[in-house]
């Protein structure tokens, strides 16, 4: 199978195929720092002592992933809720996730939402 070329990066740097030059790599850590500043803490979004027990109480009786069935570690909110608090509360509105399924997949989907 042949392998990708080198592409040129936006500094001028060769860079081999499916890598991150540094420059990108200071650059979007650097916007995801500015982006973390902006967002109000995790107890602020709602997460806080009251979820955490709510949390527990629906993985103990919804152990598994719903997606592929390993030991679910994530309460994840099928409709993100956005900062609604009803739809956050909405027990009907979450199901129980592995932390690679809710990292991975379920994060690719709701990007493609933002984007469109």
């Known amino acids: 199978m042949p392998m990708k070329p080198p592409r040129i990066c936006g500094c001028g740097f060769a860079i081999a195929a499916n890598t991150e030059c540094p420059c990108e790599a200071r650059k979007s850590k650097e ?3 500015r982006a973390d500043r902006k967002r109000p803490s995790s ?3 709602g997460y806080d002592s009251t979820w955490q027990k709510d949390r527990a109480i629906y993985l103990k009786s919804n152990p598994t992933c719903r ?3 390993e030991p679910a570690t994530v309460v994840d909110h099928i409709i993100p809720h956005k900062g609604n608090q009803k739809l956050f ?3 009907s509105n979450w199901q129980p996730l ?3 399924c809710h990292s991975s997949a379920k994060q690719k989907a709701e990007r493609k939402l933002v984007t469109r």
């Open 31 to 33: 916007r995801k720092a």
């Open 67 to 69: 997606r592929c069935g």
């Open 89 to 91: 509360k909405d027990r």
């Open 98 to 100: 592995c932390t690679n």
């Open 43 to 45: 107890s602020k979004r």
